[in-house]
């Protein structure tokens, strides 16, 4: 069973943060593990956030982001293709959903994942109503 993973579910493995504990139990049940290649800048956007704002130390952070190029080892990448844009511009539209989390739903259909992993309420409603299983880390 393929599980798509989208950043939130990537940073509470990488941070400490509720639903951290269940993310983990999310990533070692998948079979196989799915993501947006975006999942890079978003990760790497939210981590930088976390040090300017003093919720990491340069030494934290620089250990955070190589756990992050340890996760996506473990992950299957999906290229942020023209075709998967405009697949995401109608999800944006009809979905209500932001930029990314569109791209992140879009990324999902296209792989066929059964799963998808994200804290986003508006992002997991949509993944429902498209007939994908959701699994948040927040247990929400």
Not at 75 to 100: C, Q, W
Request: net charge negative; hydrophobic share 55%.
């Amino acid at each position: 069973m393929i599980t798509y993973v989208d950043t939130s579910t990537f940073l509470k493995r990488l941070l400490e943060e509720d639903g951290s504990a269940r993310a983990d139990v999310i990533w070692e049940s998948a079979d196989v593990l799915v993501s947006a290649a975006l999942v890079v800048v978003e990760s790497r956007a939210a981590l930088a956030t976390a040090e300017r704002g003093g919720r990491l130390t340069v030494r934290e952070h620089r250990a955070v982001k190589a756990g992050l190029v340890d996760l996506l080892e473990e992950v299957a990448i999906v290229e942020v293709t023209v075709e998967l844009v405009a697949v995401a511009a109608d999800l944006a539209e009809e979905e209500a959903l932001r930029g990314y989390d569109a791209v992140h739903l879009a990324a999902a259909l296209e792989v066929g994942a059964q799963i998808l992993t994200t804290s986003d309420s508006a992002l997991c409603a949509a993944a429902v109503r498209r007939g994908l299983h959701v699994a948040n880390p927040l247990g929400i």
